[in-house]
C-alpha cells in the first residue's frame, strides 16, 4: 500500500480552494486541476466506486462510517485498497482543511484504472485513488425543504441487484438519470425508481422511507445501505417510534401519511406531493419534521463528528 503520509505533503494553501481540493495521483491540487485518464476504465467502463462524506459547521459526519463502507465495496468489487482507513481519513482531513469549507462534500473513489495497452483483463488493471472536497450539496436546500419535494415514480426500474449490487455504491446511475429526465419531463422534481415487482427501491443519491400509522418503513432490498439510513434508524430508536425495514408498494406511496428521503446531501428531507398529488396533507409531515431537527441538532452538538483541525 501507498503511504499517504509519504507522498507529498498537503501544501499550507492552494489557489481558489474555496470551489474545492482534489487528491490525484498522491498528491493535493485546485480542484479545477483534477483529471483522469480518457483510457481509466472508470470512465470507459463505469468501474469504480465511491462513497460520499460531509462536514457540517467544521466537523465529519461518521467519517469512520463512510471510509469501512468505502473499504467494503472496494473489495465486493475485487479493487485493492491503495491506502489504510487511518490514511484515508488523513487524505480526508486534509482536503477539508484545505479548502476552509465548513460544509463539505467530500468524496472518495476508486476507479479499476487502466490494463497494460491491448489488455481487456481487468485483473491487469491498477486501480485508481482519488477524492475531493467541496461545498455542501442538497439534494433539497432548506428553503425546497419548507414546502416538501415533489416526487414521481419512475417507469424506468432500478437495476436488480442480481446485476449490479447497489451495497457496493457505485455510479450505475444511467437508470437514475434517465428516470431524472423523465421525472422532470413529467412536472416532478426527484424520483424514485420501482424493481421489477412493483416495490419501491431508492432515488438518484437517496434512501426513501413511508410512515403509515407511526411505523417508518424504508425498502429492505435493492438499495444502497445508507449510512443516513442507519441514523434514521437510530434517530426512531431514540424518540420511540417505530421502524421496520420491508417492501413499499410503489402503489401505496401516494397513501402513505408521510414520506420523507434520507442522503449525505441534505440528510432527511420530506416528500409531500406524489407527481402533483398532496400526500397526507400535502405539507411535511410532524414526524418527518421532529427526524430532520434531531438529526441537524444532534449533528451540530457533534453527534459521531471528527473536527476538522482547519489552519485559521
Ligand atoms: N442511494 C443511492 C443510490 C445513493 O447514491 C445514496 C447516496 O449518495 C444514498 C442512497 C444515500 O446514502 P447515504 O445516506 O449514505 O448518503
Redesign the pocket.
Known amino acids: 500500500m501507498a503511504s499517504a503520509l509519504s507522498v507529498h505533503a498537503p501544501p499550507r494553501h492552494l489557489t481558489d480552494s474555496a470551489a474545492g481540493v482534489a487528491f490525484v495521483g498522491g498528491a493535493f491540487c485546485p480542484i479545477s486541476e483534477a483529471r483522469l485518464s480518457l483510457l481509466d476504465w472508470g470512465f470507459l467502463r463505469n468501474d469504480a466506486t465511491h462513497d ?1 462524506v460531509t462536514t457540517w459547521h467544521g466537523t465529519f459526519f461518521r467519517l469512520d462510517d463512510h471510509i469501512a463502507r468505502f473499504e467494503r465495496s472496494v473489495a465486493g468489487l475485487r479493487m485493492t485498497m491503495l491506502y489504510r482507513a487511518e490514511e484515508v481519513r488523513e487524505i480526508l482531513l486534509s482536503l477539508v482543511r484545505l479548502t476552509g469549507l465548513r460544509d463539505a462534500y467530500v468524496q472518495m473513489i476508486m476507479t479499476r484504472g487502466r490494463p497494460p495497452i491491448g489488455s481487456r483483463d481487468p485483473r491487469q488493471a491498477e486501480n485508481q485513488f482519488f477524492a475531493h472536497a467541496i461545498p455542501y450539496v442538497w439534494i433539497a436546500p432548506p428553503e425546497k425543504q419548507e414546502q416538501g419535494l415533489n416526487i414521481a415514480i419512475s417507469r424506468i426500474q432500478r437495476i436488480p441487484e442480481e446485476s449490479v449490487n ?1 451495497v457496493y ?1 457505485n455510479f450505475s446511475w444511467m437508470d ?1 438519470q434517465q428516470a431524472l429526465l423523465e421525472a422532470y419531463d413529467r412536472g416532478a422534481e426527484t424520483v424514485v425508481l420501482p424493481d421489477r415487482d412493483g416495490n419501491l427501491t ?1 432515488g438518484p ?3 426513501i422511507f413511508a410512515v403509515k400509522g407511526g411505523t417508518v418503513t424504508t425498502p429492505a432490498r435493492g ?2 445501505e ?4 442507519k441514523t434514521v434508524f437510530e434517530l426512531c430508536a431514540e424518540t420511540n417510534v417505530r421502524w421496520a425495514l420491508g417492501a413499499v408498494p410503489a402503489a401505496a406511496l401516494g397513501g402513505m401519511d408521510e414520506v420523507f428521503i ?4 441534505g440528510g432527511i428531507m420530506p416528500i409531500t406531493r406524489l407527481e402533483g398529488r398532496p400526500i397526507g396533507d400535502g405539507l411535511p409531515g410532524p414526524l418527518t419534521r421532529r427526524l430532520t431537527k434531531l438529526y441537524w441538532q444532534k449533528r451540530e452538538a457533534g453527534w459521531h463528528g471528527t473536527p476538522v483541525d482547519y489552519f485559521d
Not at 434520507?262 to 446531501?265: D, E, P, Q, T
Open positions: 460520499v447497489p455504491k437514475l431508492e443519491g437517496f434512501n438499495v444502497l445508507g449510512i443516513t439510513r434520507s442522503s449525505s446531501a
